[in-house]
């Protein structure tokens, strides 16, 4: 039975605060704080707790390949991620349209990219959706590779990241257009290898691992200040995201793994239990927030944004799994 880890959906409340914070905050305010040693680690730190929750899941098991994509598996993600997506699109053309007729203002994003997670209202962090939908795919398949095979399966999703990274920078298109980069799971290949590699630290704590860690966490965090403030950049990666790519995730994977240290596995504290449930909430947050820096002019009002998008979003929450509930009876 998998075991449940309280500070993991700590950390998600956490990250999710994080993310709107970052959609937030100016970026001049954001770099005076040193963000990119806290609040620009949102996605990063989702990413390597998706490798986490897969390293978790995969580890117990001995698994045949044909047991992957089950259609059990289908559904349960169709419920998990996929229902709550087509409920906020519904949502999203109904406020959009009302929207229209109040304000006399067109905030629809309609294209071909809804057909991959662009939502028909679609504001920051949408890129998100799309990585979520690749990763239906693409995880069972590396936790399936990573059982068998870890230090392989490691060097294979670098060895990926790395190379389309390389492929990236030579492409034009991306320079016109983008959100197919932006969204390429790709990207967070070495971020879900650091989970993976935390699912085995973390029940068993091992010394040199986690000295290992350490020294990881530190070299990625002096590379994030000096390109960060001293505008150090690598040469044949686009300058997008080079605070976000494989010699970067093991801060986030350090910070993770202080966090399960700090926080207790199981706590009835208020504050606690608070930040686990909107740990628990927070791809509908996430999902609603997209939705409303997509409507919204001004995006500088910090509460009204924390607040509007976190009520919302645990309003949301708790809704569709009542209506997921009565539909998987």
């Known amino acids: 039975m998998k075991q449940h880890f309280q500070q993991i959906d700590i950390l998600k409340g956490l990250a999710i605060i994080a993310v709107l914070l970052l959609h937030s905050l100016m970026r001049e305010r954001l770099i005076a704080s040193f963000a990119v040693f806290h609040i620009w680690q949102a996605v990063p730190v989702f990413m390597v707790l998706m490798g986490l929750n897969l390293g978790m899941s995969y580890g117990s098991k001995t698994l045949h390949f044909n047991q992957l994509y089950t259609p059990h598996y289908f559904q349960k993600k169709a419920l998990r991620i996929i229902f709550p997506l087509l409920l906020i699109y519904i949502i999203a053309f109904v406020v959009g349209y009302v929207w ?21 209202v ?58 197919l980069y932006d969204a390429a799971l790709f990207r967070y290949f070495s971020a879900i290898g650091m989970g993976l590699w935390l699912s085995r ?22 590379y994030l200040y000096f390109h960060q403030y001293h ?14 790519l494989f010699i970067t995730f093991p801060f986030a994977a350090l ?10 596995q199981q706590s009835d504290g208020i504050a606690l239990k608070s930040m686990a449930t909107i740990g628990k909430a927070s791809y509908h947050i996430f999902l609603v927030q997209v939705l409303y820096f997509g409507l919204i002019p001004d995006d ?12 919302a979003g645990l309003a949301f929450y ?12």
């Open 300 to 311: 500088t009002n910090i509460t009204q944004n924390m607040i509007m998008c976190l009520a």
């Open 201 to 222: 630290l973390i029940p068993i704590p091992d010394k040199r691992y986690s000295w290992l860690l350490f020294a990881l966490g530190f070299a990625s965090g002096v």
């Open 122 to 179: 679609s504001g920051k962090g949408n890129y998100f959706i799309t990585l979520l939908l690749q990763s239906l795919l693409v995880l069972p398949l590396i936790g399936y590779t990573s059982n068998r095979w870890p230090v392989r399966t490691t060097l294979v999703l670098v060895l990926l990241e790395f190379s389309f990274q390389l492929v990236a920078y030579q492409l034009s298109y991306f320079r016109e257009d983008r959100y």
């Open 100 to 120: 229209e007729q109040v304000y006399a203002r067109d905030v629809y994003t309609l294209s071909w990219k809804n057909l991959i997670g662009v939502l028909p």
């Open 255 to 264: 910070l993770i793994y202080l966090g399960i240290l700090a926080f207790p």
């Open 231 to 244: 505008a150090v950049s690598l040469p044949y990666i686009r300058p997008e995201w080079q605070a976000q």
């Open 318 to 329: 708790w809704s569709e799994s009542f209506l997921s509930k009565r539909l998987s009876k």
